[in-house]
Antibody
Framework: EVQLVESGGAVVQPGGSLTLSCAASGFTFNDYAMHWVRQPPGKGLEWVALISWNGGITSYADSVKGRFTVSRDNSKKSLYLQMDSLRPEDTALYYC????????????????WGQGTLVTVSS | ENVLTQSPGSLSLSPGERATLSCKASQSVSSSYLAWYQQKPGQAPRLLIYGASSRATGIPDRFSGSGSGTDFTLTISRLEPEDFAVYYCHHYGTSPTVTFGGGTKVEV
């Protein structure tokens, strides 16, 4: 069974930094692109970032470009999101998600998702 | 950016009834790169439909997707108690970015 377990969420002051982690199991991690998607409390979904199977390709939403960095360690079956210059509008539940299709190209279909980790940006 | 508008915002129905949810894109969705997700309270979203009409693994056949171009529909033929949830459409085209609709809440 595929499992994705996020961690690292916390309360952080505006302008601060935080790193989220996602531990994967139940599938061949280095065969799949991976994604971060966030959801502000009581609101809808927003895609944040993707990283290709080998980390060679990354892509970001305009709202986080230049502030967030996605990375992965295939030897540890782990995905990361380094978040700098955090803003109150970054407050959200952050989900990691596996791409539906293995291989070089990311389908950008998210299946499955982890349970999320909460980031709160507040003074 | 391809903006997805879902309607209605909420839908009040009873178990056994048919639910029809709409997702309209501001630009044509090429190759039907459109998916649907279900999110129950306190849970992560779950993939239901991709490619506009293909059911994901393990999804009951009461869920069906249709549409092309800018107009897409998710239909739940007979609502079960566990189907009351929020549903999101999702455009995942060839461009690097990804967009979601605002969601439709299906409630009793």
């Amino acid at each position: 069974e595929v499992q994705l377990v996020e961690s690292g969420g916390a309360v952080v002051q505006p302008g601060g930094s935080l790193t989220l982690s996602c531990a994967a199991s139940g599938f061949t991690f280095n065969d799949y692109a991976m994604h971060w998607v966030r959801q502000p409390p009581g609101k809808g979904l927003e895609w944040v970032a993707l990283i290709s199977w080998n980390g060679g390709i990354t892509s970001y939403a305009d709202s986080v470009k230049g502030r967030f960095t996605v990375s992965r360690d295939n030897s540890k079956k782990s995905l990361y999101l380094q978040m700098d210059s955090l803003r109150p509008e970054d407050t959200a539940l952050y989900y990691c998600a596996k791409d539906r299709i293995s291989g070089i190209w990311a389908s950008k279909i998210f299946d499955p998702w982890g349970q999320g980790t909460l980031v709160t940006v507040s003074s | 950016e391809n903006v997805l508008t879902q309607s209605p915002g909420s839908l009040s129905l009873s178990p056994g009834e048919r639910a029809t949810l709409s997702c309209k894109a501001s630009q044509s969705v090429s190759s039907s790169y459109l998916a649907w997700y279900q999110q129950k309270p306190g849970q992560a979203p779950r993939l239901l439909i991709y490619g506009a009409s293909s059911r994901a693994t393990g999804i009951p056949d009461r869920f069906s997707g249709s549409g092309s171009g800018t107009d897409f529909t998710l239909t739940i033929s007979r609502l079960e108690p566990e189907d009351f949830a929020v549903y999101y459409c999702h455009h995942y085209g060839t461009s690097p970015t990804v967009t979601f609709g605002g969601g439709t809440k299906v409630e009793v």
